[in-house]
Every structure is written in structure tokens, then in C-alpha cells.
């Protein structure tokens, strides 16, 4: 059977078991027998990003034969991502301007989400003033660590694992051969056992898949489910907004990229990526979810090494089209149920700070959140306004996450593509026990 049918097997006994649980209030037994299996899965994945990216990069960017090449990478990648992240939040505008699902909120449910999440909005507020409070080249210098150990010490700086790795990697190019060769076969080595382990780490999926989907589906609905119908009774023109914006931007963006930029027929693509959007859809994090959109488009989609390994970790890092989004609709969502019309100025406002916003998001469960109280506080909305739609943002912070992941690895497609570095897709699940034996 497929990866991905497996996945897909364990997600929905997942919901299954979540809902039932959830009924009869297993919540504590759930916690304490099944979330463990989730966490394991998380964390093995999450142990194997940082070598990920550091082996396969310094591979990548030492085997290009000039550095022209590099920065032509580069410019085409941020020049596509940063274009498809606009067009994102131009279909939430469009999509919230036009379904105004602010309007369709009960009064009486208004105050009650105010009241019920006063708490939860005061942690994200805080999180965002230390966001706040950086000055505007911060990202710049948070790119470039002091320390190389400190850098590889937390998955969130990703970014400077990047950067550190195109320094040795730019510094292989520019020591003669034989010199070379032999750092080069330690990294490259280790590059194929990493990808390997990947492999092993994605025969737990169905298992992890299905805890990590129960235990959310048990702890959003604190062991009562009818509050969680409730709420998306309740909020449900806004979540149809999220959801439309993020189905409208898949279909019709990623496939308008797709078809410019590569040849690769639709179905290979979603074939090859379903496994990469099913963890991505039950972890929430973009960033836990990189070894296996990594592995997918290595050795499904035929994307080089090269360029996924560039492309990918930063796209996992300031790529996401799903979180821009979904910023741009709760933004102006939450101004529409406060009774405030948004004029052309402030739009354009949220249009641009959702853009830089979502770039600055880290790729973590529930981040897009905190970086929305620095938009609405740009727009002069009251922040406390976010109390409004955290009951329902886990949902969506799934399906935004999987935008993000889709829109990394098609721009990888196409990148690689348009640089001839795309092999054949290979879907054939049973070849990855012939190619680890021959490797
Ligand atoms: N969870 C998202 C991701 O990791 C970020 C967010 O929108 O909260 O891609």
C-alpha cells in the first residue's frame, strides 16, 4: 500500500478516536497513552532537520561550478516566492472583502469570545511585543550567527543553519580538490544516511499521524465537542473564507506555477508531495515537516539535491503563502465583526505587513497567530480582537500549513525545472528499498 494511503488510514482513525474521545471525555487517558506516539514522531523529525539541511546544502552548494549559479538560485527563488505570497494575500482580500464574514457574527458569541480567550490573548500579545521592539534590519543580523554550535542548537534558526552552510559550502569551491574531496564525502555520506533515516522516521507516520490528530482533536475540544461545533457554528463564514482563499490560491496559483515553470503533470506532483501534506496537516509546523517535503521532492519528484536543498529550508523558514493568507482574512475579519470599515489605505497596509508578516513567521504550530497582533496593531484594530477566531485557529493552522509546505515544494519543481535539475518522478514506493541496497 501507499505512504500516503497509510497516512491518510491513520488520520482518519484518528478523527474517529478524537471525536469519540472527546464525547466521553478520555481527554486525560489520550494525553497520557496516545500523545506520546505523536511527540515521538515530532521530535524524530525535528532531530534529523538541522543535519538535513546543513549535509545536503554543503553537498549542494559545493558541487555548483560557479557562484553565479548560486545567486541565480537564489533571486529566482525569493523572486517567486515573494511573488505567489502577494498573490496569496490579494485572493484573502478578495475573498474577505467579498464574504464579509465579520458580519455574520452573533453578538452575544462576540462577548463570549472576548471573555473566554481574555487570558490566551494576553500570551500572544506579549509574544509579539518582543517581536515588536526589533529594529528593521534585525533579520539581517539574526541571519548570521556568532556561534556555530548555538546556531545548530534550536530548530527555529533555521535561517542561520542556512547561512552557515553556504559559507562552507561556498568555501569548498575555493580549496583545491583533493583537499575538498574529503570533507565533501563525510558531508555527502552522511547526507544519504539522513535521507535514509527520513524513510525509517516515515514508516511511524500512520501511527504518529493518528495520535498527533486525536490529542489536538481532544485538547481544542476540552472533553466537551459540542462547544467545538458551537464555535464553528458560530465562526464558520470565517473559517469558510480561510479555507476557500487557501483552496483558490492551491488550485489556482500552484497549478499556474506548475504549468509556467515545469512540465510536471499535476497528479506526479500531488502524488509524490500527498505524504509531505498529511504530516504537514496533523504536526502544524512547516519547519517539522521539511526532512519529509526534503525526501519527497528529492527522490519522488526528481528535484536535484541542489536545489532542494536551498530552496526548501528557506522556504520552510519565509515561505508561507497559507499563513499570509490566513492573516489578511482574520485581519480584516476582526474588524469587520468590531464594526470598523477598513478603508483602501488600511488594506493596502494589511496586504504588505501580512507579506513581511508572514515571512517573519516562524515555522511553528500557532505562530501566524502572534504576527497577526502586529498586523491589526499596524492597522489600529485592537489586537485583543485575535480572542475572536483562536478557538478555530488550530483547524486552520493545519490547512494554512499545508499551503505553506505545497507552495515550497512547487517552487522547488519549478526552480529545478528552469535549471534542468529535474529527473524523472519516481512514485514507486518499492524502489526505496532497491536504491538504499544499491546505495
Ligand atoms: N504553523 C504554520 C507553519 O508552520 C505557521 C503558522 O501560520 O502558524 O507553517
Not at 529594529?135 to 548555538?150: A, C, R, Y
Not at 521532492?297 to 536545489?307: H, P
Amino acid at each position: 500500500m501507499k505512504l500516503h494511503w497509510k497516512i491518510i488510514i491513520g488520520l482518519v482513525l484518528g478523527i474517529v478516536y478524537g471525536v469519540v474521545a472527546a464525547t466521553y471525555g478520555w481527554g486525560g487517558f489520550t494525553s497520557d497513552w496516545i500523545a506520546p506516539f505523536g511527540i515521538v514522531f515530532i521530535n524524530l523529525l525535528k532531530l534529523i532537520a538541522i543535519p538535513l539541511v546543513i549535509s545536503s546544502l554543503v553537498t549542494g552548494v559545493a558541487s555548483l561550478s560557479d557562484l553565479k549559479k548560486l545567486s541565480r538560485i537564489g533571486g529566482k527563488t525569493i523572486a517567486i516566492y515573494v511573488t505567489t505570497t502577494a498573490v496569496a494575500v490579494t485572493i484573502g482580500l478578495v475573498v474577505v472583502n467579498t464574504l464579509r464574514p465579520g458580519d455574520r457574527v452573533p453578538v452575544e458569541m462576540q462577548q463570549q469570545l472576548q471573555e473566554t480567550y481574555e487570558q490566551d490573548v494576553e500570551n500572544r500579545e506579549e509574544a509579539a511585543e518582543g517581536v515588536k521592539d526589533r529594529g528593521p534590519l534585525q533579520p539581517v543580523v539574526d541571519m548570521v550567527p556568532s556561534n556555530f554550535f548555538g546556531a545548530a542548537s534550536n530548530n527555529r534558526n533555521m535561517l542561520q543553519v542556512v547561512f552557515v552552510a553556504i559559507f562552507i559550502g561556498v568555501g569548498l569551491i575555493q580549496v583545491p580538490k583533493e583537499k575538498a574531496d574529503a570533507v565533501l564525502s563525510v558531508f555527502d555520506g552522511f547526507n544519504h544516511v539522513i535521507i535514509r533515516m527520513v524513510d525509517v522516521i516515515m514508516l511511524m507516520a500512520p501511527l504518529g499521524v493518528f495520535s498527533l490528530i486525536s490529542n489536538t482533536i481532544t485538547t481544542v475540544a476540552q472533553d466537551n465537542i459540542s462547544q467545538v461545533v458551537e464555535l464553528l457554528g458560530a465562526l464558520g463564514f470565517y473559517c469558510i473564507a480561510v479555507i476557500s482563499g487557501l483552496l483558490i490560491h492551491m488550485v489556482v496559483t500552484y497549478t499556474s506555477v506548475l504549468k509556467i515553470f515545469s512540465s510536471m503533470p499535476l497528479g506526479n506532483f500531488y502524488r509524490g508531495i500527498a505524504p509531505a501534506q498529511l504530516v504537514a496537516f496533523s504536526t502544524s509546523s512547516s519547519g517539522a515537516t521539511l526532512p519529509v517535503t526534503m525526501e519527497r521532492c528529492e527522490e519522488k519528484l526528481g528535484v536535484s539535491e541542489e536545489v532542494s536543498s536551498f530552496v526548501l529550508p528557506l522556504g520552510a523558514t519565509i515561505n508561507m503563502d497559507g499563513t499570509a493568507l490566513y492573516q489578511e482574512v482574520a485581519a480584516v475579519f476582526i474588524a469587520q465583526t468590531l464594526g470598523m470599515e477598513l478603508g483602501i489605505a488600511a488594506q493596502l497596509t494589511i496586504v504588505l505587513t501580512a507579506v513581511l508578516a508572514s515571512i517573519g513567521t516562524a515555522a511553528v504550530p500557532g505562530a501566524g497567530v502572534i504576527m497577526l497582533v502586529i498586523i491589526l496593531e499596524a492597522i489600529g484594530v485592537p489586537s485583543a480582537g485575535i480572542a475572536l477566531i483562536l478557538g478555530v485557529d488550530r483547524i486552520l493552522d493545519m490547512l494554512r500549513t499545508v499551503t505553506n509546505v505545497t507552495g515550497d515544494a512547487s517552487v522547488a519543481v519549478s526552480v529545478a525545472s528552469t535549471e534542468n535539475q529535474l529527473g524523472e518522478v519516481n512514485l514507486d514506493e518499492a524502489s526505496d528499498k532497491a536504491r538504499a541496497s544499491a546505495d
